[in-house]
């Protein structure tokens, strides 16, 4: 069905709204063979989800797309095509057709490096999309990059692009567990990751103490985010099948601005809102490290991942500022279907205007969730700071121990 969808050239997006399993593995080949897209929102709520339904739908319809397009990649003599990652229908080797694209969709290319390329030289690529627009106009836009070839890897190492190459990563990723067992595919993830900082620790580091671990200022967060992704919702060997599926879909077509905030998210302090120094006119305050020991029990923290906003409510939260927030005077009082409501205070509309400050951001009416400390929301945030030990991983400590320990054995190899 889904072949035959690409070849009308009819694009299909799912909007699933359950309560239950629904075999997601499946029905999701469907958008991702006709450049579609999976809206899931899963356990659905009557109370707090009908906004962000309405926000999905209006966006799909308004944003800007193209339909009937055909894409191909070409590249300079040495550098061939190896493969694609999306959503698309591939019938001929050269070329990816899509019966939709849109501004949200992302298109991975890997290349394959086969031949000598002379050191000073450049290398080019291009990208000829050829598409027709919602006014039935029929257009070809067509991107060229060139880059400066080096045989030097110190060189490679500093213009290295972290987000990017984490990106890959993730994609990769979510190629392999429809094939691999999910063990397997962290295990890759992880050394993927320890390849990487071993050819600098090689070839590129001054000569210092074995006992330090080095990495190149670049790529110096890889390891976390490294971390991040073996302990995200795709990989992890108790999440839901239909959970699973969602993510392998939502990343094979991320862009990479969105890559790193799905598996590590952004954390922020909510109470500390009204404490901004004089002349801060950020609406979101600074970033706290997803560890336990930075979130307090008389605190209240958002979250968000460019999907989900989770705010969790610590258990010793003063009176006053649950009753400017939410509107009630304990935390025992918080409603568990939560609607964000704004209240003639200034920390109410700081929230709300922080809240609206990263949907714009994100490009994305993130779903709201609140959860609170000693019930199964509170858990559900807490399983988000993975920097913490847990049953899914490592703390990180742990895990840059383990990655310079695998260094120091390649390197006396």
Known sequence: MAIEFAEY???VDLFITTQSYIDIASISVIPRT????????YPFSAVSDPAKLYNDLRWNVTRPQGFEAVMRVRCSQGIQVQEYFGNFCKRIPTDVDLPGIDCDKTIMVMLKHDDKLQDGSECSF???VLYTTVYGQRRIRVTTLSLPCTSMLSNLFRAADLDTQFSCYMKQAAN?????PLVRVREQMTNLCISS???YRKYCATVSSSGQLILPEALKLLPLYTLALIKSTGLRTDGKIDERSVWINHVSSLSVPLAVPLVYPRMVAVHDLDAKKE???SLIPPVIPLASE????DGIYLLENGEDCLIYVGNLVDSGILQQLFGVGTADALPTQFVLQQYDNSLSKKLNNAVNEIRRQRCSYLRLKL?????PSGAFFLSHLVEDQSPHGPSYVEFLVHVHRQIQIKMSS
């Open 371 to 375: 959860c609170k400390k000693g019930d």
């Open 9 to 11: 050239q009819v694009c």
């Open 126 to 128: 291009q990208c000829a």
């Open 197 to 199: 900082l071993f050819s």
């Open 34 to 41: 006709t450049g579609g897209q999976v809206y899931y929102y």
């Open 176 to 180: 392999e567990i429809t094939s691999s």
């Open 279 to 281: 002349g801060d006119e």
């Open 294 to 297: 930075h979130v307090s029990d």
